[in-house]
């Protein structure tokens, strides 16, 4: 069950909010509609609901507030637009990711995608999906954690009239098995052919909250759809007939040659056209229209009524002048009971004969709200009723409610499983795959030309990083993946589909950072092991000879890489981008480095040379199987330029990225 009360979006500058005190209740088993023209507020209204927009207001799902929910995605599904997935991914991929994302089983994708109906479809690419398919795919992102509560922003929007009636059934469907559905939608036949319970707004506020029955009672109206080239003499011999037969007859001229005829039926409109000889395209019953006069707000119909201008009708031509107007036609249309029927018509009364009956204020279901603003509208919201008595004008105001709390919005939760995640993610697109392919080749090449060119020292010749180069290509390429570990993040947000913003808590950190590592790692060995063994292949065995320091060396090129890839992926989760990674992973040998040089003056390896006995007398421990020399490697790594120039780097960047984190968790 939801449970809205006083959803209020914050307003901009000057301007009205687009939400005003909006609350309704949707209930277990049964499909809610949130009815309302472009522009209404419905968006708005389920991005309050979900946390996604500040503003202020309470929404409780099941009797809990979202943000106090340990695990938000299997309470609620929900469906905001297109699926946010990368366009090489496949469909069983996105799926089997996001079951990593919400603790699920994996077979939980297999079983989605056959609920759904996509299981031809699961090596599709998401990039080629059809409207209607990605709809389908969205539905089962959101019945991926079996939710309870399904909340979806205009599911039907572009969808075929068959695709239409497959989503409301899968909707009907899980509603009938006890969970709760809340669905925007601007068609008022959509809200009543899908749904059991239809709330209206207009201009972010609340007008009507009814069963659909009710809805389709009084709000909806049949009527008679014409098309016709003559649609001026049509409507003029429709209400001239209508007068004549004592009956009431409404004609709207819509946009082009098109009528539509409220109280009368298709045979009689034919005859009429047959009779007097006029072509006529179409001719059909409709119901859905909303009919003139409805849904305005409380007291709209009474101001409406005392504007002079409300009731300026044209000739007795069965219509009003512009596109859009209406004309009731009756048997007393002339001089003054015309200008009472014009007034019982702004007003929203019904025209029967000769008589006018005033309508009902809640025929329309509009709920008038009950705060204090209300209550002192002007004189207007009660003309045509009884006046209010000199006690009741001179009463107190009544104090105004106190504001509902405030809405923040929140980050998305980290994933339950943060590495299978990741491995998931990293090896579910071919563009990693591509990247370490390209590289491999650039670097094997590069090494071919120094080999050429010669000068080099094998060490750089086997890392292929000439000396006019500020990084080799396999520690760009590592430092390219692990930007693209958070830049994909932010560029496609699978994980912010219902939560906002991409999360950067310390369990997706942890995962992306040992994920790129592994991945460096083998880029650079691999690297390595092809530049070799091309050399070998060109130039002999002269060039492929193991150095006789290759423990530092191989220290030194493992970190560098690691440290690429590391600077990347921290860059790219604090700028949110993946050219932000990328600049921060060459700004290192570029900007850092000299100054680093500077501050060092060259002395540091001389420093560094007895550390490792130095330690073991003030520690008093003895190193097994030689570790003071893996520890002298580690600290001449570090305290070389390039290596102190990375690690203040990867420092600076995991305190930034540790300070965003807390500020947005504290937020």
């Given at each position: ?31 809610t509609a949130l009815l309302g023209a ?122 075929s009239t068959r695709e239409s009636h ?502």
């Amino acid at each position: 069950m939801i449970q809205a009360f006083g959803l209020t979006s914050n307003s901009r500058k000057d301007l009205p909010p687009a939400v005003d005190d909006v609350s309704f209740e949707a209930r277990a088993g049964r499909v809610t509609a949130l009815l309302g023209a472009t522009g209404a507020g419905k968006t708005t209204v389920l991005r309050l609901m979900l946390e996604l927009q500040q503003g202020r207001g309470l929404t409780y799902f099941r009797g809990r507030p979202l943000h106090r929910i340990a695990h938000p995605s299997r309470e609620v599904g929900v469906l905001m637009g297109d699926v946010p997935g990368h366009p090489a991914r496949t469909v069983r991929g996105h799926l089997r990711m996001l079951c990593a994302a919400a603790g699920v089983p994996v077979r939980r994708a297999d079983e989605a995608l056959e609920v759904v109906g996509l299981v031809s479809l699961r090596e599709e690419r998401l990039g080629t999906l059809s409207r209607g398919m990605d709809r389908r795919l969205g539905l089962a992102c959101a019945l991926l954690p079996d939710p309870h509560t399904l909340v979806l922003d205009d599911p039907a929007e572009g969808l075929s009239t068959r695709e239409s009636h497959w989503l409301h059934g899968m909707l009907r469907a899980h509603a009938a098995q006890g969970g709760s559905v809340l669905f925007t939608t601007s068609e008022p036949k959509e809200a009543v052919r899908a749904a059991d319970h239809v709330i209206t707004i207009e201009q972010g506020r609340l007008v009507a909250d009814q069963e659909a029955a009710e809805f389709a009672r009084t709000r909806l109206r049949p009527r008679v759809a014409v098309r016709t080239p003559h649609a001026a003499r049509l409507a003029a011999l429709l209400a001239k007939e209508a007068r004549t037969a004592h009956r009431s007859v409404e004609v709207v001229r819509e946009v082009g040659n098109r009528l539509s005829v409220y109280g009368s039926t298709c045979a009689d409109v034919g005859e009429t056209a047959f009779r007097h000889g006029v072509l006529v395209h179409q001719l059909a019953d409709e119901i859905g229209d909303m009919g003139p006069g409805v849904g305005r707000f409380p007291g709209e119909a009474a101001e409406a009524a005392q504007d002079p201008r409300a009731g300026a009708t044209g000739p007795a031509t069965g219509e009003l002048l512009g596109d859009g107007a209406l004309e009731v036609a009756g048997p007393e249309m002339r001089d003054g009971p015309a200008a009472l029927d014009d007034f019982a018509s702004q007003s929203g009364s019904h025209v029967r004969g000769a008589r006018v009956v005033p309508a009902d204020p809640k025929a329309h279901g509009d709920q008038v709200p009950h705060s204090s603003r209300d209550t002192h509208s002007a004189p207007a919201e009660v003309s045509g009723h009884a006046a209010l008595s000199p006690a009741t004008v001179s009463r107190a105001p009544t104090p105004l409610p106190p504001l509902p709390p405030p809405i923040s919005v929140r980050s998305a939760p980290s994933p339950l499983r943060p590495l299978r995640y990741e491995l998931r993610r990293a090896a579910g697109i071919g563009t990693g795959f591509l990247t370490g392919a390209a590289v491999l080749v650039t670097s094997a090449l590069t090494a071919v030309l120094l080999a050429r060119v010669g000068h080099t020292p094998q060490a750089r010749l086997l890392a292929a990083w000439p000396r006019e180069l500020p990084l080799p290509p396999a520690a760009l390429g590592a430092g390219l993946l692990g930007a693209l570990a958070f830049g994909d993040e932010f560029r496609h947000p699978a994980l912010a589909a219902d939560r906002g913003t991409v999360p950067r808590r310390l369990g997706l950190l942890t995962a992306k950072l040992v994920v790129a590592a592994v991945t460096a790692l083998a880029l650079a060995f691999l690297a390595v092991g092809c530049d070799a063994q091309v050399l070998y292949l060109v130039y002999g065995r002269e060039l492929t000879e193991v150095p006789a320091d290759w423990l530092s060396l191989s220290a030194s090129w493992f970190g560098l890489v690691a440290g690429c890839a590391w600077a990347g992926v921290l860059a790219a989760g604090i700028f949110r981008s993946t050219t932000a990674g990328l600049a921060a992973v060459v700004s290192v040998p570029i900007l850092v480095v000299p100054l680093v040089r500077k501050a060092l003056d060259g002395g540091s390896v001389r420093a560094a040379a007895g550390l490792p006995a130095r330690l073991r007398e003030v520690l008093l421990l003895q190193w097994p199987f030689g570790g003071e020399r893996y520890l002298a490697g580690a600290v001449r790594v570090v305290a070389q330029p390039v290596g102190g120039a990375l690690t203040l780097s990867l420092t600076a960047l995991l305190c930034a990225y540790l300070l965003t984190a807390l500020r947005s968790r504290v937020r």
